[in-house]
């Protein structure tokens, strides 16, 4: 297509670019420029968007972590109350029988 039967269709109407004024060419370079621009900052929002779902997955299993790793210790510390003192330093009890019991 030669460069002054191009057209662009603006509102529905098509246009042929040379028969353009320079101040309506300079304005539909402009908005090609933006357009450009849109596209470009589109891009960069998927990345970041992108880029924040990741670091939301990661904070999730940053927690699950932190809260295995306090159960763990509530665990741990669970199995130390059941140890009574007599059984954590290695002596037996004496088994005796109550006053008044003949079992």
Do not use: C
Not at 42 to 67: G, H
């Amino acid at each position: 297509m030669a460069a002054s039967s191009r057209q662009v269709k603006i509102d529905g109407v098509d246009y042929v670019l040379a028969d353009l004024s320079e101040a309506s060419r300079t304005q539909l370079m402009n908005i090609q420029a933006v357009d450009g621009e849109i596209a470009r900052l589109q891009q960069q929002l998927a990345f970041a968007r992108t880029a924040r779902s990741v670091y939301v997955a990661l904070l999730r299993d940053s927690l699950k972590e932190a809260e295995a790793a306090e159960d763990k210790k509530e665990d741990k510390k669970e199995d130390k109350k059941e140890v009574l003192p007599a059984e954590a330093s290695g002596k037996k009890k004496s088994a005796r029988k109550p006053a008044g019991s003949d079992v």
